[in-house]
C-alpha cells in the first residue's frame, strides 16, 4: 500500500500561483510514477499531469501546458505540482495518486489515490 496525503490548496486570485505538495508514505517511492488529477463541481475527474518514476519524463494536459509544473524528489518521497498563471477555471479538488506500471500517459491506471486538495481561482 501507498499512502498519498496532499497539501498546499487554497484560495488564490487568477494570475497567482500556488504550489501543491503529495507526501507519500509506505512504499518505495522510486518505485512508482506519479500524476496528477482534478474534479471540478459536476464534472468528470481529468489528467493534469504526470511524472516518471526518475523523474526524466513528464506529460501535461494541453490546457496546463506552460503554466504547471510537475516535479518530484525521490529522497524526500514527495511530488509537486507548480501552478502558474493560474485562471477560474482550473478551480477543482486536486488529488495526486502513484503507478506502479511506470508511465505517464492520461489512460495509465493509477493504482493509489489521496484524498485531494481544493484549488479555488477567483476571478
Known amino acids: 500500500q501507498v499512502q498519498l496525503v496532499e497539501s498546499g490548496g487554497g484560495l488564490v486570485q487568477a494570475g497567482g500561483s500556488l504550489r501543491l505538495s503529495c507526501a507519500a508514505s509506505?512504499?518505495?517511492?522510486?518505485?512508482?510514477?506519479m500524476g496528477w488529477f482534478r474534479q471540478a463541481p459536476g464534472k468528470e475527474r481529468e489528467f493534469v499531469a504526470a511524472i516518471s518514476r526518475s523523474g526524466g519524463i513528464t506529460n501535461y494536459v494541453d490546457s496546463v501546458k506552460g503554466r504547471f509544473t510537475v516535479s518530484r524528489d525521490n529522497a524526500k518521497n514527495t511530488v509537486y505540482l507548480q501552478m502558474n498563471s493560474l485562471k477560474p477555471e482550473d478551480t477543482a479538488v486536486y488529488f495526486c495518486?502513484?503507478?506502479?506500471?511506470?508511465?505517464?500517459?492520461?489512460?495509465?491506471?493509477?493504482?493509489?489515490w489521496g484524498q485531494g486538495t481544493q484549488v479555488t481561482v477567483s476571478s
Open positions: 509506505g512504499r518505495t517511492f522510486s518505485n512508482y510514477a
Open positions: 495518486a502513484a503507478t506502479y506500471f511506470g508511465g505517464t500517459s492520461p489512460a495509465q491506471k493509477f493504482n493509489y
